[in-house]
């Protein structure tokens, strides 16, 4: 008898926002990121400086959730969407928790990108979408494998999802993604007139 098994799994977590905690007013979080891109000079010159297309508050503010109510609020929702996906991988945590270490905001104009990369010193990465106009980028998870498959064949166009090299996954507004942050990912360029607005963030086992 032959049995195949599949090992080392990578979990991806996806759930609306509004699962868990308290409801988060959507036109109010893209106005409070559309706002704070608009007045933060120091952010705007570090993206000008490192060619870094659209906006990010990454290198500028650090403080978001003590300087606007409802990313205090979001944080509180994101604690127990981390908590339940920490639960999903088995994490033994040894009595303490994962904590948020940053969290900011993405801002891709028509024709920006976020080139491939993965999140150092973090546990836990995540995305919510604050903005998605239906012709937007999804984002690209790479099998991490990757560079140890140099003389393997290519995967049949419609392989199984667990057995593909590239997952593309396409979010919705209101939606958050999870994943471990060892895992390299990318955001493809945005095709939209619009721009595609989101909160990214990165929790911490302390």
Known sequence: MTHISSL??????????SA????????ELENSCLAIAEDDE??????????????????????????????KDLVKVLDKHVAAFAKDAQFDLDGRKLKLEDIWINILPEGGIHTSHIHP???????????????????KF?????????AAPARLQDAREEMRQFIYVAPEVGDVLLWESWLRHEV????????RVSVSFNYNWS
């Open 121 to 139: 010193h973090s546990v836990v990465s995540g995305t919510t979408y604050v903005a998605m106009p239906s012709d937007a980028s999804a984002i």
């Open 188 to 195: 493809s360029m945005n095709m939209s007139e619009h721009d």
């Open 142 to 150: 790479e099998d991490p494998r990757s560079q140890m498959m140099m």
């Open 42 to 71: 120091a952010g705007q010159d570090w993206c000008e400086r490192e060619g870094f297309p659209g906006y990010t508050s990454y290198a500028s503010l650090t403080d978001l959730p003590w300087r606007f109510p409802i990313f």
């Open 20 to 27: 868990h905690g308290k409801p988060i007013d959507a036109e």
């Open 8 to 17: 080392f799994v990578t979990r991806l977590y996806r759930a609306a926002l």
